[in-house]
């Protein structure tokens, strides 16, 4: 996001958790990719902290990126993923409403909600009206923060807009979303260093696209005219035993050789299938997937392949498939 806003001519400030700088397991492998960016310590939990960032800066966009990300640790923090999801950004609101209030006008505000939303749905694919029914404590509070972003446009005219993003993949994923694990699992067999690859339910469907696409698509929804909520998906539905294919034949292999299933890495409660209707964001933002899942994935594995080989987690080259 930071390099698609820096290309177009933005300047552009991040913010980190205090204490995760220089922590190579939350940041390590964004370094290479921050060339230009200005980094501030903030937690996203902060109320006052994010209050005074907003009023020292007074930004004309804000895209709230930060947040607990796993669905599937999700179940074993639910505390924490309530304050991180859901509170935090009911506070951020609040403070976007008092600098209005206080300054005329108000940055507009991108909240980046969540295809799992919508749980069990029998509408496939889904849409920016299909009901809500979150599986997870991830998806419940990405919903009541999708709502809530929705409410504050409505009750106070403020420039709130939401995005619904599908599954969107590059190498910077961490290591334990399933994406990253295959495609790391993958260059491990390939190199010798492993000889299996354990995950669970492969009969799981969702939306997969290139993480650059959907960075570019949340630039567009806040340069809009009027503030609205869009889907973000590819309109494409593929099984994760189908991705387990593209991964190893990109490396000459067959996935039924090396992958097995454990039943301890069952979600207590997993959504079957989930894919996206991007007609609003085509006709309306002019938005379409820029590049095929299938070089995605393959990319994915040549970069973890790379990194095996040379002991080098990231390099400027990792950015593009």
Known sequence: MA???????????????PGSRWAASTLGRAY???????LVDLDQRDHEGWAAVL???????????????????????????AEANGMAVLRMLESLRAFRDRHGWA????????????GVTDQQPQTENTPHHPRSPYAATKSFAHHLTVNYRESYGLFTATGTLYNHESPLRPAHFVTR?????VAAIS?????????????????????????????????????????????VSRSLASVL????????????????????????????????????????????????FEDVIAHMVRVDVERLRTGVEESAAYLQP
Do not use: C
């Open 3 to 17: 390099r698609h806003l820096l290309s177009l001519g933005y300047d552009v400030v991040g913010t980190l958790r």
């Open 32 to 38: 290479a990719y921050l060339d230009g960016v200005t």
């Open 55 to 81: 009023e020292g800066l007074r930004p004309d966009e804000v895209y709230n990126l930060a947040g607990f990300t796993s669905v599937g640790a999700s179940w074993g923090a639910a505390e924490t993923v």
């Open 107 to 118: 940055p507009r505000f991108f909240q980046p909600s969540s295809s799992e939303m919508f």
């Open 181 to 185: 694990k295959i495609s790391s699992g």
């Open 191 to 235: 190199l010798g260093r492993a000889s299996s690859l354990t995950l669970g339910n492969l009969d799981v469907r969702r939306d997969w696209g290139w993480a650059g696409d959907y960075a570019r698509a949340m630039q567009l929804v806040l340069a809009q005219d009027e503030p609205g909520d869009f889907i973000i998906g590819t309109g």
């Open 245 to 292: 294919d593209l991964a190893f034949s990109s490396v000459g292999l067959s996935s039924a050789s090396y992958v097995t299933q454990d039943p301890a890495l069952m979600r207590p409660a997993d959504v079957a299938s989930l894919v996206g209707d991007p007609t609003k964001a085509r006709e309306q933002l002019g938005w379409e997937p820029s590049v095929p």
